[in-house]
């Protein structure tokens, strides 16, 4: 972790302003049926129902005196006007003027703001000051974040220059005949890591032959059942020998109830909407998840995320980030991957790392965005990642100015 600064750069490390940038960017999901009126068994709040044709994302550009800018990223989608709301009015407000390490300013922020809640918007806002102020601090160094990170972690292995991805594909209406047909799609991209969002056993069947017998399949159902209809449908897929299943349960911080459900099935994953760093640690401790998947736009940033494999490295769970981001977050995620060891299966198999939305994008904002889509001949099942120090994230100035949608300045 970074050192607090020293007296002598502390005035020039100091933040003067923070730029809120909101962009939305469409793309294309593939969707053969293409109307509105199919009812879906997600609602429509969820990233991954047909009602998205756009994607929203809710960047922060914080500078120092001395002139490093940093970005980071809050979670948002819908939620967007509750992050944007606590950062313009209190959590970019309260940054200014003090230093620009996360170590050093980290529990006077979290306690300033700890009776608003562990997670929610003022959490994600927390979440994108602390990966851009991580940014800032490796630009200092002019290491790039993965090396900085292991080397204030002492690592014996060197970071990667690439991560392995798998492709996240949204929700087809629990159509088996969709669901096998953008398997396909994305196989013939080059991926061999997939996951769903569907929660019907037809669907699920449907992508495990159109994936084979050896690919990495996972599902995300988003908290479709309670504890004993997860004990069915996780029984009643068994044979389909899925990765893991993610947030089989509502509510889905009803730890006892995943845990009763990973004792009995071993596959269940969860992080996404713990409860800050203790929520998730503690159902790590309890055995409620045999992948952890904190996101860094939720979970309080880099920081955060490094205490949450830091946790998994003590308890033995292995971590795999949720990322359904395409702005600094998707820089974070991969960067923190690249630093940290490969997380092993059970069988001592790698994970599959990068979280990577199956979407096709008219405008790239960055190198990593959409990098699937690259026709370079590219392996899809890998990303390079920028050999620029810090984040990395080096958004396209028309793009990204065609793309805002609102902006705010703090000093």
């Known amino acids: 972790m970074p050192s607090t600064p020293r007296p002598s750069d502390a005035r020039h490390s100091a933040i003067i302003r923070i730029e809120l940038v909101l962009t939305s960017l469409p793309f294309d999901a593939g969707r053969r049926d293409a109307s509105t009126d199919k009812s879906e068994s997600i609602d429509s709040f969820n990233a991954s129902s047909k009602t998205f044709t756009a994607m929203e994302s809710l960047m922060v550009a914080v500078t120092t005196a001395d002139g490093v800018t940093g970005w980071g990223e809050a979670f948002g989608h819908k939620t967007n006007p509750a992050t944007w709301a606590a950062l313009e009015q209190m959590v970019a407000p309260f940054f200014i003027g003090q230093p620009a390490d996360p170590a050093a300013v980290r529990r006077d922020a979290e306690y300033a703001f700890h009776a608003f809640g562990r997670t929610g918007p003022v959490h994600y806002a927390l979440s994108a000051i602390d990966i851009a102020l991580w940014d800032i601090a490796a630009q200092r160094e002019e290491l790039p974040l993965r090396s900085f990170i292991a080397q ?110 990973n004792r009995r099935h071993g596959v269940v994953s969860a992080g996404e909407n713990a409860s800050g760093v203790h929520g998730l640690v503690a159902d790590m401790t309890a055995g409620a998840v045999s992948v952890a998947q904190p996101s860094v736009g939720k979970i309080g940033g880099i920081t955060s995320m490094l205490e949450v494999y830091d946790a998994g490295a003590r308890l033995g769970v292995p971590v795999v980030p949720h990322n359904f981001y395409y702005g600094p977050a998707l820089a974070a995620a991969a960067q923190v991957i690249a630093a940290m060891p490969v997380q092993l299966a059970g069988d001592g198999s790698p994970h599959p790392e990068l979280e990577v939305p199956f979407l096709t994008w008219p405008q790239r904002l960055h190198s990593l965005h959409g990098a699937h889509q690259d026709d370079s001949g590219a392996d899809a099942s890998a990303v390079v990642l920028p050999s620029a120090p810090g984040l990395g994230f080096a958004p396209d100035p028309d793009i990204l100015e065609a793309a805002t949608i609102r902006r705010a300045k703090i000093s």
């Open 152 to 261: 204030r972690r002492d690592h014996t292995a060197a970071p990667r220059e690439s991560v392995r991805t798998y492709a996240s594909l949204v929700h087809y209406g629990e159509d088996p005949v969709e669901v096998a047909f953008h398997i396909a799609r994305a196989r013939a991209d080059g991926f061999t890591a997939f996951k769903l969002h569907e929660s019907t056993r037809d669907a699920i069947a449907a992508a495990r032959r159109a994936a084979g017998a050896g690919a990495r399949l996972m599902v995300d159902v988003n908290c479709a059942w309670d504890e004993a209809g997860a004990d069915a449908a996780l029984s009643g897929l068994a044979d389909l020998k899925l990765h893991w299943l993610e947030e089989p349960v509502f509510p889905p911080d009803d730890s006892p109830a995943l845990a009763r459900l």
